[in-house]
DNA sequence: TTGCTCCTCACGTCACGTGAGGTGGC
DNA sequence: TTGCTCCTCACGTCACGTGAGGTGGC
């Protein structure tokens, strides 16, 4: 609620694994596999630093990677696809793009939102299917519970 | 639709791993660690040979596996309390166990059953929310396709 | 100064993938 | 008889877990 303060305070690792629920395992192996930052100023032995904005990166990562059931290579795909839409928006914002560019921009982003919500969409229709499925028994247990008295 | 044959046709590996969609090896591997029968009477060196059944337990297994994203060992134990309630259900209709007995049974599946629809519920609402940020960005993308004449 | 968290190797584990080399059934 | 699928080691890989031993900031 208070105006964002001119200099926010940095993180360390295990605060950070705390906050998305993880580990600073993970946080160190996301780092060396190229999916979080690293950054690479940083001296052997120095502790590790982190923002709010590397926060929300991982905690994206780790949605992708436990809701979608992708390898982290095609978790590191999936968020490069939305840095490079983030990209495009700058470019559209900045540069004033000509008309054709602008259909490009567009229609790659459209491709890289249906390909997600086609993932998306597998696996929840399953997991309705698989809900459904445990409801029901569940309703017929319940029902003999009230027939024999639960 | 014909009436099932007498004998049913023994599949091998290979046709099993082709009708769910995984591979020998993984097929083997869940034989390896408990997951499936394993067929302790076959002599080493001699083709394995499965059932209908066998393909229906490999197939849940594998969805339990992709939707719940828990480890093979959690997914044994869940296999395992369906198996435990169909052998309650068996005594049920045998034995015809005392009213105590009854209620011990069918509290122990609503607790099993409740257990899983907790991880399936969870794992659903969170798909959801993903789904519905992507289809809120690919409106946006396409109000502005419409915008830019695409 | 004392804990506590952090650091870097480095080996272990889980869930398979991937050949190497050989045997058995249409 | 010729392919094709199957078999058993056994090493490789991905995504981390888990100490071992040591250094740095409230």
Same mark, same amino acid.
């Given at each position: 609620?208070s105006?964002a303060?001119?200099?926010? *305070?940095d993180?360390?690792?295990? +605060?950070? %694994?705390?906050?998305?629920?993880?580990?600073?395992?993970? #946080?160190?192996?996301? &780092? &060396? #596999?190229?999916?979080?930052?690293?950054? %690479?100023g940083r001296?052997?032995?120095?502790?590790?630093v982190?923002?709010?904005? +590397?926060?929300e990166?991982?905690? &994206? #990562?780790?949605?992708?990677?436990?809701? !979608?059931?992708?390898?982290? +290579?095609?978790?590191? /795909?999936?968020?490069?696809a939305?840095?490079a839409?983030?990209?495009l /928006?700058?470019?559209?914002? &900045?540069?004033? *793009?000509?008309?054709?560019?602008?259909?490009?921009? !567009?229609?790659?982003?459209?491709?890289? #939102?249906?390909?997600?919500?086609? !993932?998306?969409?597998?696996?929840?229709v399953e997991?309705?299917?698989l809900?459904?499925? !445990?409801?029901?028994?569940?309703? =017929?247990? /319940?029902? /003999?519970? =009230?027939?024999?008295?639960?």
């Amino acid at each position: 609620m208070s105006p964002a303060s001119t200099t926010e *305070p940095d993180l360390r690792i295990g +605060d950070v %694994a705390r906050r998305v629920g993880t580990t600073a395992r993970t #946080i160190r192996y996301y &780092e &060396e #596999i190229g999916l979080l930052p690293g950054g %690479a100023g940083r001296p052997s032995g120095q502790h590790r630093v982190y923002t709010e904005a +590397d926060v929300e990166r991982l905690q &994206e #990562i780790m949605r992708l990677r436990d809701l !979608l059931g992708v390898s982290l +290579d095609e978790v590191g /795909r999936l968020v490069e696809a939305e840095e490079a839409r983030a990209l495009l /928006r700058r470019e559209w914002h &900045e540069d004033d *793009p000509a008309p054709e560019r602008r259909r490009e921009i !567009l229609a790659e982003a459209l491709g890289h #939102i249906d390909a997600q919500l086609a !993932l998306v969409h597998r696996r929840s229709v399953e997991l309705e299917a698989l809900a459904t499925e !445990l409801e029901a028994r569940r309703s =017929k247990v /319940r029902r /003999r519970m =009230k027939e024999h008295g639960g």
